[in-house]
Structure formats: C-alpha cells, structure tokens
C-alpha cells in the first residue's frame, strides 16, 4: 500500500498509451482542475476555492463530505454553457488518456438560476450537442451517454428520468444507450425503482446500477439482482460475505455474469474501501469474474483511467499482458452496439503487436 500510495499521481506513460474503455465516469465528477480553474473564474462570487471540489494525493474523505462536495460543484455548473464546456472538455481530457470508448453519465439537472435557466431535457441536448461537437472535431474517443437516476430524488423523479432516457434512446442516433442509479446510498430505497428500471430495460435500455456501495444494502442489492439483473454493477463493495454481503448474492452475480465496474482510488479517498490492497478488485478478480477498471470522477477523485490501470497493476501484481486481458474484455460490456465492439476489438488487435511485443 505505501508504494501504491506514494506512486499517486505519477503515471510513467505506459498505460496511458494502452487503449482504454471508460464505462463509469460521472460527467460532473469529472471536471479536471483546468476545467475547475475556468469555471470558478467565471463564478467569482460564488467565492469556490478549488480545494472543495477535489480530493488530492494523500487525502480522503467521508462518503458523506463527498456527496456534499457534488453539491458545490453543481453549484458552479448550472448554465448549459457550463455543462457544454464541461462535458467538451471531459471528453477531450479522456481522448488524451488513451480512452477509446467512453460512456459518460449524469443526472439531468433542472436550475432556475441564470436568466433562462435550465430545464433537464435541456440539461441532456447540451450533452449530446457536445458529445456530437467533439465527433465532428474528430476527436479519438466514441462516446455513449447514460442518464443517472438520483436515488435522493424518488420514484416520481425516476419515471420521469426514465421516460426521457426512453425519447433520447431512439431520438439520439445511439448515443443514449443507458440508464445509472446512483446517488447517496443512504438515502431511499432500491424498491422504490425497480418498476421504472423494468420499463427502461423492456424499452431497450441497459442498466448500470451502483450496488452496495456501503454495507448495509444487502436487502436492496438482493431484490434487485432477483428482479431486474442490470447489466453492469457499479462498485458492488459490500456484496462480498466477508462484507457484509453474503454468498447467495455472490452466486446470484457470478450467475449472471454480471461484470463489476471497479473505481480503486475513488473507493479508497471515499473510505468505503480501507486500503487499495484489500480492495475488492482482488478478490472478484481472482474469481475470474469480469472487473472493468473504471474512475468514477477523475476530477473528485484526482485520477484518471492510466492511473487506475497502474494502480491495479502494482497493488496486485499484474502483468502488462493480464492487463491487456483486463482492457480488451471491457470492450465485452459496453452498452453499444457489436458492431462498435468488433470495430474497437479490431483496433486493440492492431495496437497490441505494435505498441507492446506483448
Ligand atoms: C462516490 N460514489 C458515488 N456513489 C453514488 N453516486 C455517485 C457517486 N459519485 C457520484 N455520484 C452521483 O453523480 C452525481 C454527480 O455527477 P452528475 O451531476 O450526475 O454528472 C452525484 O450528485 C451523485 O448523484
Ligand atoms: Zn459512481
């Protein structure tokens, strides 16, 4: 853990030059500090200093401060300029890293602030304006759009996200693919969206659902892996027996298949995980089961997907070549199309000889 704690926030460039897929990135998570430095200087009054909005090397925080942090920041990002800028720069800043496929989330937001304001339909076009802005600059990186359910919110609020993820699911030439549940998991009850997370999924929606993220879900992950399956599990930290879990949810994902997306440092600097040796990457992975290595929010977190790569790498001792193994079997779990995942498999394919003798 020392050496993984001192290596924090040094990336050597190896894995950055690795094509990478990025499949739980919260869009407002995400803001890098140059994207923050622009924003807070645009906003002075909000008198916002940079170091609350971002957890640097060393430090860590409550889950708690943490979703009090996502406040601040959604108070500097409450003009569809903002969330324009933002999400043009999140995805730029991905590119850079090496990611080729990226599937940004966020909750549609509604702000009255600001002289028109913003409505969450609004909230979403701007997303997909910038995400399609980006395409036609050529920027290298394909990216997928989920919208996040707040659990904070309710079920009223979950129907409504649901339809509109429904309209842009066949109003965005595939670009809305998905649907997240995320937000405090303290608050509310997974019960309450079962029935509007199986309408999105019969309209022909694919679920992400964060599971587990602190011990006492075990009731709600169960009756949801029994009632919907999602697709994807953010996070699943307390699914293990050892955890607060127990074996029959383990048998229930190992099942299903269902493939853990795994955030190391965002799980670490929010203290749900201890340290990153005994995060559970180690124990899924050495199950064989699928673990996709995600950030969560590099902006939050002060990561970025070549770091988390490396971190998992040398926290648990893999080999370039089983890290490889861990890139390409992420393209398996994305939420487009087999035709994009035969397109990026052929492109990982061609990179490998060249980039890596592996
Ligand atoms: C750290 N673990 C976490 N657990 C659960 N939900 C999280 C989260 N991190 C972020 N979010 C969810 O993402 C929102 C910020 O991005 P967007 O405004 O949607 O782009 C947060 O308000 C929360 O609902
Ligand atoms: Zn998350």
């Known amino acids: 853990t020392a050496a993984a704690e001192m290596m924090d926030g040094e990336v050597d460039g ?13 869009l407002n998570s995400s803001i890098s500090s140059v994207t923050m430095g622009k924003l807070i200087a645009k906003k002075p009054d909000l008198g916002i200093e ?6 640097n090397k060393g430090q860590k925080r409550t889950l708690e401060e943490c979703f009090e942090m996502f406040k601040i920041i959604h108070q500097i990002t409450d003009r569809t300029e903002d969330i ?20 940004l989330r966020s909750t549609p937001r509604e702000e009255k602030t600001g002289f028109i304001g ?13 995400i399609k802005q980006c395409k036609q600059d050529n920027v290298d990186i394909d990216v997928r759009f989920l919208l996040s359910i707040d659990r904070r919110s ?11 993820a429904e309209e842009f699911f066949l109003s ?12 405090d998991p303290t608050v509310g009850h997974g019960k309450d969206f079962i029935g509007s997370l199986q309408e999105a999924r019969n309209a022909g929606l694919k679920l992400a659902l964060h599971l587990s993220e602190i011990p006492s879900q075990h009731e709600e992950t169960t009756l949801i892996l029994m009632n919907l399956p999602p697709a994807r599990i953010g996070h699943g ?18 099942l299903h298949q269902i493939p853990l997306e795994l955030c190391m440092t965002s799980n670490v600097k929010g203290q749900t995980v201890p340290s990153y040796d005994k995060h559970h990457f180690g124990s899924w992975y050495s199950l064989g089961h699928p673990c996709i290595l995600c ?4 902006g939050v977190f002060a990561t970025d997907l070549s770091q988390e790569y490396q971190l998992a790498a040398s926290v648990f001792n893999l080999s370039p070549s089983q890290m490889w193994d861990i890139s390409y079997q992420a393209i398996d779990y994305i939420f487009a199309s087999d035709d994009i995942k035969s397109k990026l498999r052929r492109r990982w394919n061609n990179l490998r000889p060249v980039l890596y003798h592996l």
């Open 14 to 26: 190896f894995y950055r030059a690795f094509p990478k897929v990025e499949l739980h990135a919260h």
């Open 50 to 55: 940079q170091t609350r909005t971002m957890i």
């Open 84 to 103: 324009y800028m933002v999400t043009k720069d999140v995805i730029k800043e991905f590119a850079a890293d090496g990611v080729k496929y990226l599937e």
């Open 118 to 130: 913003m409505t969450k339909r609004a909230y979403v076009e701007t997303i997909l304006e910038a």
């Open 154 to 164: 309710g079920s009223t609020v979950a129907k409504e996200t649901v339809k509109l």
């Open 172 to 183: 965005s030439d595939g670009i809305v693919v998905g649907l997240d549940l995320s937000g």
């Open 237 to 254: 930290t307390f699914i293990h027996p050892d955890l607060g879990g127990s074996q029959e949810l383990v048998d229930l994902v190992k």
């Open 295 to 298: 950030t969560d929010g590099k």
